[in-house]
T-cell receptor, first 115, second 121 residues
Framework: DQQVKQNSPSLSVQEGRISILNCDYT??????FLWYKKYPAEGPTFLIS?????DKNEDGRFTVFLNKSAKHLSLHIVPSQPGDSAVYFC??????????????FGQGTILTVHP | NAGVTQTPKFRILKIGQSMTLQCTQD?????MYWYRQDPGMGLKLIYY???????DKGEVPNGYNVSRSTTEDFPLRLELAAPSQTSVYFC????????????????????FGPGTRLTVL
């Protein structure tokens, strides 16, 4: 039972254009969502997060949008740069303090930004 | 700060062998986690710990054991290696604090080690 799904295994965009990565979830108890970025042979690194009480959060070139009714979130990268090429994981957490920070991850989307 | 360190980086085991994957963090984090990542899949939680002496099972604990005798160390033990345990293993830690005032530094931000690539033949 995949509670967090990233249905696009890969995405290819031109440098300077917008990258949009999508994520769907099924568990209505999730109240916090995160995006992690992973380069080959490295561990994932935290990118941006959003609480379920918000519908948008921005940090520089990265914006995460949350649509609770559709159980859908997306990560926008504008403008995309070749250094953004990596695997992006969507993750979710439920239950606030009692969840002990446990995360459920999606399968990941490979983003390739062409010069 | 070195952050989260894992050893070894690579290992090949024969079926039935045992080994311990080491994980150490120097950020004084209370919460630590072990994940595995299979090809084309997301990370799945194996075990986690909320402090020294306290551990609990995650989503895929079968075939693994953990211990947490100190805040810094969280080793993962494979007792009888099987081909199904071929994977990349990541250790992570977080502060466990409840503050979520901004989009960085919340208690859910987990810091990951570089991973251990394990092959069981």
């Amino acid at each position: 039972d995949q509670q967090v799904k990233q249905n696009s295994p890969s995405l290819s965009v031109q440098e300077g254009r917008i990258s949009i990565l999508n994520c769907d979830y099924t568990n209505s108890m999730f109240d916090y969502f995160l995006w992690y970025k992973k380069y080959p042979a490295e561990g994932p690194t935290f990118l941006i997060s959003i609480s379920s009480i918000k519908d948008k959060n921005e940090d520089g070139r990265f914006t995460v949008f949350l649509n609770k009714s559709a159980k859908h979130l997306s990560l926008h990268i504008v403008p995309s740069q070749p250094g953004d090429s990596a695997v992006y994981f969507c993750a979710a957490s439920a239950g606030g303090g009692t969840s002990y920070g446990k995360l459920t991850f999606g399968q990941g989307t490979i983003l390739t930004v062409h010069p | 700060n070195a952050g989260v360190t894992q050893t070894p980086k690579f290992r090949i085991l024969k079926i039935g062998q045992s080994m311990t994957l080491q994980c150490t963090q120097d950020m004084n984090h209370n919460y630590m986690y072990w994940y595995r990542q299979d090809p084309g899949m997301g990370l799945k939680l194996i075990y986690y710990s909320v402090g020294a002496g306290i551990t609990d099972k995650g989503e895929v604990p079968n075939g693994y054991n953990v211990s947490r005798s100190t805040t810094e160390d969280f080793p993962l033990r494979l007792e009888l290696a099987a081909p199904s345990q071929t994977s990349v293993y990541f250790c992570a830690s977080s502060s466990g604090t409840s503050g979520r005032a901004n989009n960085r530094g919340s208690y859910n931000e987990q810091f990951f080690g570089p991973g251990t690539r394990l092959t069981v033949l």
